[in-house]
């Protein structure tokens, strides 16, 4: 598996977790004061010694917006480059109109990353339509918010279920972000798409989920941030979380 140099769609995600037989992603959440210090550099050298050690365990990396605001999206690029095994996803949770959601998604293009994260309230028609061909003209992919995991989540977006599942099947997108923490999403998503989507579900450990339980609710990947990075061994519990969430399993 080599990096090719623009963005990898999603056959080599799903070639990447063959290949290590995983079914997890890491989530990397840094801030000034973090696990990793609050200077720039050092912080950068952090991220490369986590992700050079986690290759045989974790598929893909969501880098989120903390991450990229403490690095900037120069020192971002640089720890993609530098770790080129991975699959990136962009968690940008990008919400807006089809003109702008293109240029965020070019720019992540740019940066190294192969997919990216988008909210799918913004509606289909010069919206998220616009990201999915911006993304698939590159060769990359979009996953989209079809519902989320924590409380509040349910006051509004979760009601509106059927919609953003619907809205994001119609946009063509290669996937969908839903919550482990109210595993019933991911199986009704599920059942309405068959295997067509790739479903990642965060909620994974800190937010109360048990590890494996999307899985078995139909999920194809957990996504797991302080669970690893945070803990005192990320190396053990990678190892650990991995061996629970076998992709042949
Ligand atoms: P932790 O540290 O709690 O990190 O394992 C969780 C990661 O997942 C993101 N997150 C979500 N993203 N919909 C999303 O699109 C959700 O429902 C959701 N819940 C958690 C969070 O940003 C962090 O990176």
New binding site residues.
């Given amino acids: 598996l080599v990096m090719a140099g623009g963005p990898r769609g999603r056959s080599y995600l799903l070639a990447r977790a063959r290949e290590i037989d995983s079914r997890l992603v890491l989530?990397l959440?840094m801030h000034p004061g973090g696990p990793a210090g609050s200077e720039r550099g050092s912080a950068l050298e952090w991220a490369r010694g986590l992700l050079s050690s986690l290759t045989d365990y974790v598929v893909a990396v969501?880098i989120?917006l903390p991450t990229l605001m403490f690095l900037g999206v120069e020192g971002v690029s640089r720890l993609v480059r530098s770790c080129p095994d991975y699959f990136y996803i962009a968690?940008m949770?990008i919400a807006d109109i089809g003109y702008i959601a293109r240029l965020l998604g070019r720019i992540a293009c740019d940066a190294g990353f192969d997919a990216v994260?988008a909210h799918a309230i913004v509606g289909r028609e010069d919206g998220l339509c616009e990201l999915v061909d911006e993304m698939h003209g590159r060769g990359g992919c979009v996953f989209s918010?079809v519902a989320?995991?924590?409380r509040g989540?349910e006051e509004v977006l979760n009601r509106n279920f059927e919609d953003l599942l619907r809205v994001s099947v119609e946009s063509g997108v290669d996937g969908f972000?839903l919550?482990a923490t109210m595993p019933r999403y991911i199986a009704m998503a599920r059942e309405r798409v068959g295997r067509s989507a790739i479903i990642l579900s965060?909620?994974?450990?800190?937010?109360g989920a048990a590890v494996g339980s999307a899985v078995r609710a139909g999920a194809d990947f957990e996504?797991?941030?302080?669970?690893i990075y945070a803990s005192g061994d990320p190396v053990s519990s990678a190892k650990r979380y991995a061996s629970v969430l076998r992709w042949s399993a």
Avoid: E, T
């Avoid at 965060?202 to 937010?207: H, I, L, R, Y």
């Avoid at 996504?223 to 669970?227: N, P, S």
């Fill in positions: 989530a959440d969501k989120g968690d949770k994260i918010v989320m995991s924590h989540a972000i919550p965060p909620g994974v450990v800190k937010q996504i797991i941030g302080r669970g």
